[in-house]
Nanobody, 126 residues
Framework: QVQLVESGGGLVQAGGSLRLSCAHS????????MGWFRQAPGKEREFVATVSWIGSSVYYADSAKGRFTISRDNAKKTVYLQMNSLKPEDTSVYYC???????????????????WGQGTQVTVSS
């Protein structure tokens, strides 16, 4: 069983930065591609970014390009989302998720991700 635990959320002013982390509990972290999604109140969950199994490839939603950076450290079994130049519209609960080896990737479809964390709140004030 895989458990994902996000951390690093909080309140930040517009233009500021936050770094989210997601710790993976399993022994085979490198067998999962990882992604970040977010969901604002009253809105559907949306894709933010994804990173391949060894971190060699990354993909971003248009809203994240140029401001967010996804990365992973397989030795620490952790995936990160560095968020810069934050905007009030980035306010959401951010979730990390895992896609097992052999699954379709890259993908921005949340149905493709098998495991999910509990989420961490990011609030950007204007």
């Amino acid at each position: 069983q895989v458990q994902l635990v996000e951390s690093g959320g909080g309140l930040v002013q517009a233009g500021g930065s936050l770094r989210l982390s997601c710790a993976h509990s399993g022994r085979t972290f490198s067998e999962y591609a990882m992604g970040w999604f977010r969901q604002a109140p009253g809105k559907e969950r949306e894709f933010v970014a994804t990173v391949s199994w060894i971190g060699s490839s990354v993909y971003y939603a248009d809203s994240a390009k140029g401001r967010f950076t996804i990365s992973r450290d397989n030795a620490k079994k952790t995936v990160y989302l560095q968020m810069n130049s934050l905007k009030p519209e980035d306010t959401s609960v951010y979730y990390c998720a895992a896609v097992p080896w052999g699954s379709r990737w890259p993908t921005n479809r949340d149905q493709e991700y098998r495991y999910w964390g509990q989420g961490t709140q990011v609030t950007v004030s204007s």
